[in-house]
């Protein structure tokens, strides 16, 4: 059983760590919060992935929070690590839930442009179009086009958590997890091979030089004989087009 702190004891820890970070510190105030951090981890439980990978994730995570946390500015190391846990946890499973592999400056710029679209909705009081997310983020347009065209590989997965206090019955992630979550996410992956048979023998291999070998848009217009623009083109033809077919 990992021994309990009081909170005049961990911030004396802390005051030493930061002090002399020494390995041995760390590590008791690890220990000392090791049923916490398992705590928050069961909490992202059957939702596909393992509860040990979750635990590891969990712990790794309070191991950075330990490394990072500043004692002298007031707040509570449970606040702080709590935080950067369920931040490393989220941070798995939203990498976890890409049907294929899309390039991570993709990821990110999709979750950008969603971000965008909201509060460009709240400002203009309709939904932007392309041309107004791209200038918002001042970011090329193509690319703005092809972060929204990777929602067709992009399995949304709920992560809202409970609120404190609040049992399992509140977190509605918690309330779907009867489902195999690892069938469906077969299922996603062959939804996504089946709307790729779909496309021309060109587009096909472009998207999947793109999104599973994550190609430049250069290297893959060398490789078909095409030039860049043409690749950009074909790419959010093709995108659409598996959009289209996913919602029919």
Request: no cysteine.
């Amino acid at each position: 059983m990992s021994e309990r702190l009081t909170d005049d004891e961990a911030r004396e820890l802390f005051v030493q760590y930061q002090q002399t970070r020494r390995r041995r510190i760390r590590n008791r105030i690890v220990e000392a919060h090791i049923g916490f951090a398992h705590h928050i981890a069961r909490r992202y439980a059957n939702r596909g992935t393992n509860e040990d990978d979750l635990r590891q994730i969990a712990l790794l995570a309070l191991v950075k929070a330990v490394d990072r946390f500043d004692p002298t500015h007031g707040a509570a190391f449970t606040s702080f690590a709590g935080r950067t846990i369920e931040g490393e946890i989220k941070r798995h499973f939203r990498d976890a839930t890409w049907a294929v592999r899309v390039p991570r400056s993709t990821k990110e710029l999709h979750l950008q442009v969603r971000r965008a679209n909201d509060d460009l909705h709240q400002e203009l009081g309709r939904s932007p179009t392309v041309d107004e997310v791209a200038r918002h983020l001042d970011v090329d347009r193509d690319a703005i086009i092809e972060a929204l065209g990777a929602s067709a590989a992009y399995t949304a997965t709920t992560l809202e958590t409970s609120a404190p206090g609040e049992k399992d019955g509140g977190d509605r992630s918690a309330r779907l997890a009867q489902r195999d979550t690892e069938l469906e996410g077969s299922v996603d992956r062959l939804l996504v091979e089946e709307l790729l048979e779909k496309l021309p023998e060109r587009e096909r291999k472009i998207v999947r030089l793109r999104f599973f070998d994550e190609l430049s848009q250069a290297d893959i217009a060398d490789q078909v004989g095409v030039s860049q623009m043409h690749v950009s083109r074909l790419l959010r033809r093709s995108m659409a087009a598996m959009r289209r077919d996913a919602e029919t």
